[in-house]
């Protein structure tokens, strides 16, 4: 699994410790648990998408008359607007990662199980 020290990415401690904690296996939990993590973060970027294409669909602000203090206020909304789409883009930049943690430790998981099924016919095989 890449950590995000290892894209670059130093600004997320807390998505660190996560992945770190799964990877040491400090922080245990099962294929269940993990499926779940993985799908309720999954509804979070997809409720994060929906309301960034509500901002973003906005376009300029207007009603603010043709006054400049109007038009001041209307470029300022529209500027709060952008940023609004900017800062959910890092929201999902940030989920996005965190379900690959979840998707990629449910993966290990689940090879880690099948290759103890697989050992486990083999010696049963064996007697």
Known sequence: ?????????QGFPL????SQGIQSGELTLTRCALDQAAEATGRYI???KKLQRTFDREGAVQGFGNLPSGRAIA????????????????YIEVATRIKAVFTDAAQRYSTAHEDHVAALHTVDAGH
């Open 1 to 9: 699994m890449t950590l995000p020290e290892q894209t670059g990415n």
């Open 15 to 18: 998505l660190s410790a996560l």
């Open 46 to 48: 997809d409720a994060m």
């Open 75 to 90: 470029l300022h909304f529209t500027d709060k607007q952008r940023e609004m789409v900017d800062v959910l883009d890092q």
